[in-house]
């Protein structure tokens, strides 16, 4: 409809909101202290519930497809690592543990995968692992790629990547898929630099 209103005003910085598939309510971050927790309103009623509690920073919450799980990265085990809660924000449990960082996670519309950035010496990947964290296979590797967001039928990623300029500065920033195999990398044009892809779902003909 065009309308907009806003969902309350917090205490710190609120980020990274993001919607289960029923709309009824929203995850978000909110920093404060030096910390940052992830919360959940409820859109009918307003309430906002806590769902983490640590001296650590907890983001990016992403719903599974059913709306039962969220996945999340934390530094709460001393480096940027996935994890994953039900909905009521119990049942925390740690699924990267390859080398490197971990972040932006999203669950996949069939539920079977979830699609992360990785960053390991230096470069960025763009990979999948299952819900438990096993099958982790990285599909690009680059300069710098993140920001994956998953088609409707769960079988092609876009994401955002950017270039450097000759002198080691940040250069051009373009859109990208990739396919499940790894293979078939086609940049996605637009008139000028893009980024933050989002697919939308399959819209109605």
Same mark, same amino acid.
């Given at each position: 409809t065009g309308r907009e209103e806003s969902l309350g005003s917090f205490e710190g910085m609120s980020f990274a909101p993001r919607f289960p598939n029923d709309g009824h309510s929203v995850a978000m971050s909110i920093a404060q202290g030096g910390n940052t927790k992830i919360y959940k309103m409820n859109l009918s009623d307003r309430r906002l519930v806590?769902?983490?509690?640590?001296?650590?920073?907890?983001?990016? %919450?992403?719903? +599974?497809?059913?709306?039962?799980?969220?996945?999340?990265?934390? #530094?709460? &085990?001393? =480096?940027?690592?996935?994890?994953?809660?039900?909905?009521?924000?119990?049942?925390?449990?740690?699924?990267?543990?390859?080398?490197?960082?971990?972040?932006?996670?999203?669950w996949s519309p069939r539920g079977d995968l979830i699609a992360f950035?990785?960053?390991?010496?230096?470069?960025?990947?763009?990979?999948?692992?299952? %819900?438990?964290? +096993?099958?982790?296979?990285?599909?690009?590797?680059?300069?710098? #790629?993140? &920001?994956? =967001?998953?088609?409707p039928n769960g079988r092609v990623i876009i994401f955002q990547r950017q270039f450097p300029t000759s002198r080691g500065k940040l250069g051009a920033t373009r859109l990208y898929t990739i396919d499940l195999t790894g293979y078939n990398l086609r940049e996605v044009l637009t008139p000028m630099d893009g980024s933050d892809p989002a697919w939308s779902p399959l819209l109605p003909l």
């Open positions: 806590r769902l983490t509690d640590c001296n650590c920073i907890d983001t990016s %919450p992403y719903f +599974s497809p059913d709306g039962s799980q969220l996945v999340f990265n934390s #530094d709460r &085990g001393g =480096s940027q690592q996935l994890y994953t809660m039900t909905a009521d924000g119990g049942d925390v449990k740690r699924i990267s543990f390859g080398d490197g960082k971990y972040g932006t996670p999203v950035t990785k960053m390991h010496q230096g470069k960025f990947y763009i990979g999948v692992m299952r %819900p438990d964290g +096993s099958g982790e296979r990285l599909l690009t590797e680059s300069w710098l #790629d993140e &920001g994956p =967001s998953w088609s």
